[in-house]
């Protein structure tokens, strides 16, 4: 094994790792996209990868199942920000976008979605009067997510009370058009009910006929991708959970077997990975 490739701290993380390295031809890898492979900003349109991400993934991808990008992001919107499509070694990878509601497959090129959900318009219609009678304009913004919408506070002067002045109001708002409420790292997205990474992750394991599973994020947002793997591992099939640290996250971290240093240490564990598999084939 790689001298440099970390050890998990925790049994069930340790014989995830074990379990991909010993047969990695029947491993998925699954990785959430921003505060994961791209560090977050305060402009989500201007989020790219990590500069080492696309590579580390190519050299992982040819040697497992699968590796699969899972996000909130449009799929489209996910592999463009990534450099993505036509790169060699990734010739196989899917893209989760929308929480699984769309799906990006290197394969063919495209993506296939489902019928977005009425409530989204009707909210994305009324959030700006929303926001302008709750008096939350200054440095608060809306990003439109296609089949979703988020309300952003870290431009706010204060974010952290911006968003927990928001959170209750918006979840109302989500509620009365029949959709939820997701917090994020200063971040509110309003989306259909059904829709999370968790089931995104565990339905595209069981299409693969996974025999172990890897996943990594950084969010409040991949708890449910969390909890699918645990729900793995006690059916039977092992998983390593990896968090991308954030002080502004520390449930992840609670509840993470092994946790690196943001984007560049996910990097830097996946090309360790590639290079512990490769090591291990010969």
């Known amino acids: 094994m790689v001298s440099s490739l970390p050890h998990p701290t925790t049994p069930a993380g340790r014989d995830g790792l074990d ?4 047969r990695p031809a029947r491993a998925v890898v699954a990785l959430d996209f921003d505060g994961t492979l791209a560090e977050i900003v305060p402009d989500p349109e201007r989020a790219r990868a990590h500069p080492g991400a696309v590579a580390a993934l190519a050299a992982l991808a040819p040697e497992v199942a699968s590796v699969a990008v899972v996000t909130g992001r449009p799929a489209g919107v996910a592999v463009r920000y990534g450099g993505f499509a036509g790169v060699p070694g990734l010739e196989h ?13 290197a394969v063919t090129g495209t993506v296939h979605a489902a019928a977005p959900h009425p409530g989204v318009a009707s909210v ?23 089949r979703a919408v988020a309300v952003h506070t870290r431009r706010a002067l204060d974010p952290e009370s911006a968003f927990e002045a928001l959170k209750g109001p918006l979840g109302d708002l ?4 029949g959709l939820v409420l997701e917090p994020g790292r200063m971040v509110l997205e309003l989306r259909p009910p059904g829709m999370d990474k968790g089931v995104a992750l565990a339905e595209y394991v069981r299409e693969v006929g996974a025999g172990s599973v890897l996943y990594a994020g950084d969010d409040l947002g991949d708890l449910p991708a969390f909890a699918a793997v645990e729900k793995l591992r006690s059916d039977g099939t092992p998983g390593l959970l990896v968090c ?6 520390p449930e992840l971290e609670e ?12 990097v830097a564990f996946l090309t360790d990975l590639a290079e512990a598999v490769r090591e291990g084939a010969v």
């Open 244 to 249: 991308s640290g954030s002080a502004e996250v």
């Open 93 to 105: 990878l899917v893209v989760l976008g929308h929480y699984g509601a769309e799906r990006w497959d």
């Open 124 to 146: 994305r219609a009324e959030l700006p009067g929303f926001l302008d009678r709750a008096g939350a304009w200054p440095g608060v913004w809306i990003e439109e997510k296609g």
């Open 19 to 22: 379990a991909l390295l010993a």
């Open 255 to 266: 509840r993470a077997d092994l946790s690196v240093q943001g984007p560049s240490g996910v």
């Open 174 to 177: 989500a509620t009365r058009h």
